[in-house]
């Protein structure tokens, strides 16, 4: 519909536009013609306007000043033609033209200030303009006091090298004008440079006949076509004036002007008309290309800056850097801090970019506050894109700067009401005074340094140390093998396994279930901890995959030892962030539990607080759905990170499980906290874990303290799938009926 409107309008402007230029061509060519069109053309032309009026229905009174203008510019000619004036219409007349057409111009200039606030270099262009409608003014008063013949004539002129200046200019550095503004545009041309012509002739029409009469008939039909055009709503908008081209081609837009003091003086000139003395044209002219220059320069200079910063932060940006860098360092040397935020990537992807960009101008904050108090203003920070900022420091101050640092990012940020943490780690590379460093080096060495703080559990600084580069080959070719792991049989690399740490009943010692935890077990270094590529899968974006794989495995072992007739104790299986982000999990689980025959009740899933799961993302739903079905959602890591009861209440949770750094400080007399969450947990029905429970004394205390399950070193280290087996889940019993859940005491006993 729309497209066909869209072509229909095209086909029938381009009709409209032959159709003015075959009555131009009419109006030069048969000399019968040019009496009759002085009075038919202009006529046209109002009724195209009108009509458009009706058609389009624009807001605002912009098309009906320029009907009235119009009609005003036809009146003039034909009744200097009906009252047989040879020295043209009426001034009065011409004047009233002249007005509204100004009166059209001032609109779209009031229109234009509710667009923004107008650059340094926009400033100066109205200075450029200013300047040149100065020149004209005190043409017109140098005409008017000569007394001369035609003042009138010479002052339109003069109003019409200025409008051919300012409508050139405005051609040029506005972008994307709908076609009704440059059918506008090309009128208004037309017009001025048909003015221009009968002036320079000592008129203020052409008389008819005259071949310039053919230009203002196709300037007089363009105006009415341009009333047509569907786009003549838009034509005086605003955001149509305000739409700039790229600031070089504003910057060329100030040509026209340059020109207009000489064309003035000639326009004077062949007038006849005594203007301005000589002088004042090179006079003028130097003003104006020197308000250019100033112009030019202040363009180049915010081109300069922005190739030297990042426009987000307004820090240097790498090429700052270099600049930077390019300085001798001092005497002592100097340290290049490479920082990069812990979590950012989640920060953007849950709260969204806005957010994270407000969270990197806070921190932004932080970081010049501590250079600057630290160093005293003379080390630099800049960002070098993402979340990675750089200082580039005195190495006397660069310790305590990252220090400093790593203090001021613990205090949690405020962006829109959220309560954000900007940890971050910290590389640093030393250069000494008399060993000059590349900055692509300095870089590398800051990055490897940083990447060894992040694998040390971030929130940390670490200084450069030849042995990292190794570390960090070894975590790429680690990198390479994790993908081909996870993309299928690829035996050179090795398997992942998963292991099984018993959960026990902490008063009795019983074994009610056990926490699956996957390791991988590679060809050259042997069985690895999670810790130790965990890291790799989630930057390789292989999370999901990983948690399926081990669900595949759990189910899997689960529905062997039923077919064994073994004891039949539930499993609970860590998903990432990427699992409860997947809309489908829900379905996946409860397929692969069916398809192997295995009771929901059997499958536990641990999910971490500290994921900030979107409490309207797809994890709540398909959490709801997996506890109806009965498979049980335990919060892991409890008490590490930012706890918000509201997560409680919308994920369908009924275990939180103590993280061990919160158990371990119980038998020290630090108790509060495990006191509060038991107390809590007890007024929700939820059930608490403690994990990581090491000692008799923590077991004990935890008992006191109402704690009913536990995890850890004291019963049991994680164990092989057939050592789980073996000793908790007692023997095969491959036929037969399932056992009875007996409370047989699958005790493993403390060391
Ligand atoms: P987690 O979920 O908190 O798992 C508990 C970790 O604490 C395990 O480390 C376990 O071996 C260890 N642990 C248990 N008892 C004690 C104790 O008494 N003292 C000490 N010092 N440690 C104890 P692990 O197996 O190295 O796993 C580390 C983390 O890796 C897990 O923390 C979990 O976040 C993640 N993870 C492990 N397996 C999987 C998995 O299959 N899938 C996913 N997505 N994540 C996994
Ligand atoms: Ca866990
Ligand atoms: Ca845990």
Redesign the pocket.
């Known amino acids: 519909m729309t497209s066909r409107r869209a072509r229909w309008s095209a086909r029938s402007t381009w009709a409209l536009l032959v159709g003015a230029l075959a009555a131009a061509a009419l109006v030069l060519a048969v000399p019968a013609w040019r009496g009759p069109a002085v009075l038919v053309v202009p006529t046209t032309a109002v009724a195209l306007v009108v009509l458009g009026i009706a058609l389009h229905r624009p807001r605002g009174g912009a098309w009906w000043l320029v009907a009235l203008m119009l009609a005003l510019w036809g009146a003039a000619p034909w009744l200097a033609q009906t009252t047989g004036r040879a020295d043209g219409p009426p001034a009065a007349l011409v004047w009233a033209g002249q007005a509204v057409a100004a009166g059209i111009v001032l609109h779209v200039a009031r229109g234009r200030e509710g667009g923004r606030e107008p650059s340094p270099g926009g400033r100066l262009d109205l200075v450029v303009i200013a300047a040149v409608v100065a020149l004209v003014g005190a043409q017109l008063v140098a005409v008017a006091l000569a007394d001369h013949g035609d003042a009138t004539g010479v002052a339109v002129a003069g109003v019409d090298v200025v409008l051919l200046g300012v409508l050139l200019r405005f051609a040029v550095s506005r972008r994307a004008l709908p076609v009704s503004s440059w059918l506008l545009l090309s009128a208004g041309l037309l017009t001025v440079v048909y003015d221009l012509s009968c002036s320079l002739h000592g008129r203020r029409t052409a008389l008819p006949g005259e071949a310039v009469q053919s230009l203002a008939v196709l300037a007089l039909l363009l105006f009415g076509i341009a009333a047509l055009h569907p786009s003549m709503t838009v034509a005086f908008t605003a955001e149509t004036f305000t739409r700039r081209r790229r600031p070089s081609a504003a910057l060329l837009g100030l040509l026209p002007l340059v020109a207009v003091p000489a064309a003035l003086w000639w326009v004077a000139r062949s007038a006849g008309a005594p203007g301005l003395p000589g002088w004042t044209v090179p006079v003028t002219g130097a003003l104006v290309a020197a308000l250019c220059l100033l112009r030019a320069a202040a363009a180049l200079r915010a081109s300069e800056h922005l190739a030297e910063h990042d426009p987000l932060t307004d820090l240097a940006n790498r090429r700052g850097l270099a600049r930077a860098h390019a300085e001798p360092p001092g005497p002592g040397g100097r340290s290049l801090l490479l920082l990069d935020l812990d979590d950012f990537k989640e920060v953007n992807d849950t709260h969204g970019h806005d957010v994270g960009d407000a969270l990197l101008l806070q921190v932004r904050d932080r970081l010049v506050g501590a250079v600057r108090e630290v160093c005293a203003g003379t080390g630099v920070v800049a960002r070098l894109g993402g979340d990675e900022f750089v200082v580039l420091a005195p190495a006397a101050c660069a310790g305590e700067v990252a220090g400093r640092l790593l203090r001021a990012l613990q205090v949690p940020v405020v962006v829109r009401g959220l309560v954000l943490r900007a940890g971050a780690s910290v590389g640093v590379a030393r250069e000494d005074a008399a060993a000059p460093v590349p900055l692509a080096e300095l870089l590398t060495r800051a990055d490897v340094a940083m990447y060894a703080a992040k694998s040390a559990g971030g929130g940390r600084a670490a200084d450069f140390h030849p042995a990292m580069r190794e570390e960090v080959a070894r975590r790429y070719t680690l990198s390479g093998q994790v993908r081909r792991l996870l993309a299928g049989r690829a035996p050179d690399v090795g398997h992942l396994e998963?292991h099984h740490?018993p959960l026990v009943e902490l008063a009795s010692g019983r074994v009610v279930g056990a926490?699956?935890?996957?390791r991988w077990r590679h060809p050259q270094h042997g069985l690895l901890?999670?810790?130790a590529f965990?890291a790799l899968v989630s930057t390789n974006d292989l999370?999901a995959e990983?948690?399926a794989v081990?669900l595949q495995e759990v189910v899997d072992q689960l529905s062997r030892w039923r077919d064994q007739g073994r004891r039949e104790l539930p499993v609970a299986?860590?998903?990432?962030r990427a699992s409860l982000d997947d809309p489908d999990l829900a379905d996946r689980v409860l397929t692969l539990l069916a398809d192997a025959g295995v009771p929901t009740s059997q499958l536990h899933l641990?999910i971490?607080e500290h994921q900030q799961l979107a409490v309207d993302g797809p994890a709540a739903a398909s959490l709801a759905d997996l506890r109806a079905a009965g498979v049980e959602v335990h919060l892991?890591?409890y008490g590490t990170g930012y706890t918000s009861l509201d997560y409680l209440r919308r994920f369908p949770v009924q275990v939180l499980k103590l993280d061990?750094s919160v158990v371990g400080a119980v038998a020290d007399g630090d108790a509060q906290l495990v006191a509060g969450v038991q107390a809590m947990a007890a007024a929700l029905g939820l059930q608490v874990v403690a994990?990581?429970?090491?000692t008799p004394q923590q077991r004990a205390r935890l008992i006191e303290l109402g704690v009913r399950y536990g995890?850890?070193?004291?019963f049991s280290?994680?164990l092989t799938a057939r050592d789980y087996a073996d000793r908790v889940l007692g023997p095969a019993r491959s036929h037969g009926p399932h056992p009875q859940r007996t409370a047989a005491p699958g005790v493993v006993a403390a060391p």
């Open positions: 998963v740490q926490e699956a935890l996957v901890a999670p810790d965990l999370d990983l948690d081990v299986v860590n998903l990432t641990e971490t892991d890591d061990r994990e990581g429970v090491e995890q850890g070193y004291l280290r994680p």
